[in-house]
């Protein structure tokens, strides 16, 4: 059985292309890690915008696709889908540029002889979405920053900045080793821009874009809590759960799992997202109910 996955992260192109800082693996096999600016260790992520660019740069018999996606922030997220990524690239070819899409994948990262590190992102799976999914995950990615800039404050405000000094003020080991990490490479994070795109985000859901929502200009303004709609309580995701499982169950036919694109259907028209999917797939992980056999299944345990 394989490990369960990275969590896939939510974030803004803004702050992952600046997460210059990677976090090697120690041990063969191991993943790497993106240390962005605000503390997140990333390995994985789940991003959201409009494909305007694609081009294969390989043959039509082995592709190899790199595209360009534009988040409703204004920033750009790069893919790079090879022959290792056979379900995402068969996806690549059958899109039309521009169109709305939701990327599941592992982060990359390059640094030039100049010494400027890209990052990037290499899909495990590309899926096309409708304005409300795109919606859904904006206001996920807005939440998911607001509380790395709330943690990244309290961690300004402590004399002992280290994990355990962290961890005593109040902030989960994660946050405490990310964000002890992020001081000690990145030093004061540029707080600006991440409330910017949080700004942008929400202004993006709304009719009138240019609302005045009372965000901070900087970090230091910033209140401890603001309140973001939180959707459905959680009997609603259990109810979920238990959607999931049973088509996992109903769906494995052969005894090798639920095939991807299958479940994916079979959810859409019980009225689960792509995303949501996604997110009820890595909680069941997590809690030792499935497992992936492969990219392409999923299987109930």
């Not at 997460?19 to 994985?44: C, D, F, H, T, W």
């Not at 790079?80 to 939701?102: F, H, R, W």
Request: aromatic fraction near 6%; charge should be negative; glycine fraction near 6%.
């Amino acid at each position: 059985m394989k490990n369960p996955r990275e969590t896939a992260w939510r974030v803004f192109a803004s702050e992952l292309n600046s997460a210059e800082y990677e976090i090697k693996a120690e041990e063969e096999k191991k993943p790497s890690y993106q240390l962005s600016r605000l503390g997140a260790v990333i390995n994985r992520v789940l991003v959201a915008g409009v494909l305007t660019e694609k081009e294969n740069v390989n043959t039509e018999t082995e592709p190899m696709w790199k595209g360009r996606i534009i988040d409703p922030t204004g920033g750009s997220f790069y893919i790079n889908v090879g022959k290792y990524q056979p379900e995402a690239a068969a996806s690549m070819t059958d899109l039309e540029v521009p169109c709305l899409i939701a990327v599941v994948g592992k982060v990359k990262s390059y640094t030039t002889d100049e010494g400027r590190t890209w990052v990037s992102v290499r899909p495990e799976r590309v899926v096309q979405i409708d304005d409300a999914t795109r919606d859904e995950w904006l206001l996920d990615a807005a939440k998911s920053t607001w509380k790395r800039l709330v943690d990244m404050k309290k961690a300004m405000k402590q004399e002992d900045r280290s994990v355990d000094g962290l961890m005593a003020s109040g902030l989960s080991e994660i946050s405490a080793r990310g964000i002890s990490l992020a001081i000690e490479q990145y030093g004061m994070p540029d707080s600006s821009a991440h409330l910017k795109a949080i700004q942008s985000a929400l202004r993006s859901l709304l009719p009138d874009k240019n609302i005045d929502l009372g965000l901070p200009e900087e970090l230091a303004d910033a209140p401890e809590e603001v309140e973001f709609d939180q959707g459905t309580p959680g009997e609603d995701s259990d109810d979920k759960e238990a959607i999931i499982l049973q088509l996992l169950e109903d769906l494995d036919v052969d005894n090798k799992g639920a095939p991807r694109d299958q479940l994916e259907e079979q959810a859409a028209a019980k009225g689960i997202s792509p995303m949501e999917l996604e997110e009820i797939s890595s909680s069941l992980m997590d809690k030792g109910l499935v497992y992936e056999p492969n990219l392409r299944y999923l299987k109930r345990i």
